[in-house]
């Protein structure tokens, strides 16, 4: 899976507003149902049973959508990468290039993690099920994961390109030290409910900008509240 372009959203917009036929809608309230499941239990963790008796469905009713497990577990990949697109990659494209939509992806992708924290976040318990068990799950979510890695090493190059950092920044190092922030705010916040850990790990985002030559962001005051509490 590559990137997004402007040109295929752009069909994808135009699609999204034809109505959709009665086994299109089933098949889309299904997936949103196995998404919501696959953020509690794991992407494993889901059956043509237990969502059929979610969707008040007979078992052959759901699998006659899919035709097999793997087949739904990848239906909810893709819906997932392209609900993490919609709220965090595309609000980006409408800021200015540079460090200012780098900083949006970030600031996006971190209001989304906030509530994930709560929710879980299908890249990082994916990857714990699938990191050692090939097949096409996997591939769709490694996929998914480098399309959205290759947009965030983008948008470093460009602020490079505008001068906004320094010329000789490793674009992909930046890019993995950012990737490592979410995971560490993931496994501090989630697991360990360490207190102010999104405010650290906002601070750390900043270090790293103006590490590389960035400007300083007005960060807000650090906060010494606990961690988000699970619902």
Known sequence: MSVTTPARRARSDASAHKPLQKGQQTKAAIVDAALG????????????GA???????????????????????????????TRFEDEVFYPALQVPRGLPRLRALFDNWMKRT???????CIYISGAVEFDDRPGPVRDELA?????????MRRAIEMAIQEGHLNAG?????????????????HYEARFLRTPGS?????VAFDSIVQRHGGKPAVLPPRSSGSAPARS
């Open 37 to 48: 499941l696959a953020t509690q239990i794991g992407l494993e963790g889901l059956s043509i």
């Open 114 to 120: 906030s509530v994930e924290l709560d929710s879980g």
């Open 143 to 151: 996929s998914s994961v480098n399309t959205w890695l290759t947009a």
């Open 198 to 202: 999104v405010q650290r790990a906002l």
């Open 169 to 185: 920044t490793d674009a992909a190092q930046m890019a993995f030290e950012v990737h490592a922030l979410i995971l560490a705010l």
């Open 51 to 81: 969502l059929a008796e979610v969707m008040q469905m007979s078992k052959s009713g759901v699998f006659a959508h899919f035709g097999s497990r793997e087949e739904l577990q990848i239906s909810v990949v893709r819906e997932y990468h």
